[in-house]
């Protein structure tokens, strides 16, 4: 079992940028890929971005490329979402999550993720 805290989210104008972080502990990180999803009101829960176990390969869907950067720093359990030119249909709760099986790719889907953090908000004002 694996413990996830997320943490950087907050309050920001349009065109500003956060850096989220999730930090891991209770089970071999470095073997897992991670994921950020959101979730804003009423509506469904997106991935954003992913990163292998290896971290060499990343995931991002159209609406975030460019904008955000998935990374992770094995040494600390920690990975992080760096958001840049951000938009107030950023605006939502952010997740991440770890894959359910270790050594594999960047899952898309959040059932092959099988655990989550806690969420931290993410409000972006125009």
């Known amino acids: 079992q694996v413990q996830l805290v997320e943490s950087g989210g907050g309050l920001v104008q349009a065109g500003g940028s956060l850096r989220l972080s999730c930090a891991a502990s209770g089970r071999t990180f470095r073997m897992y890929a991670m994921g950020w999803f959101r979730q804003a009101p009423g509506k469904e829960r997106e991935l954003v971005a992913g990163?292998?176990?290896?971290?060499?390969?990343?995931y991002y869907p159209d609406s975030v490329k460019g904008r955000f950067t998935i990374s992770r720093d094995n040494a600390k359990n920690t990975a992080y979402l760096q958001m840049y030119s951000l938009k107030p249909e950023d605006t939502a709760v952010y997740y991440c999550?770890?894959?359910?099986?270790?050594?594999?790719?960047?899952?898309?889907?959040?059932?092959?993720?099988?655990?989550w953090g806690q969420g931290t908000q993410v409000t972006v004002s125009s």
């Open positions: 990163i292998s176990w290896t971290g060499t390969n990343t």
């Open positions: 999550a770890q894959s359910t099986l270790p050594g594999v790719g960047i899952p898309k889907t959040g059932g092959d993720y099988g655990s």
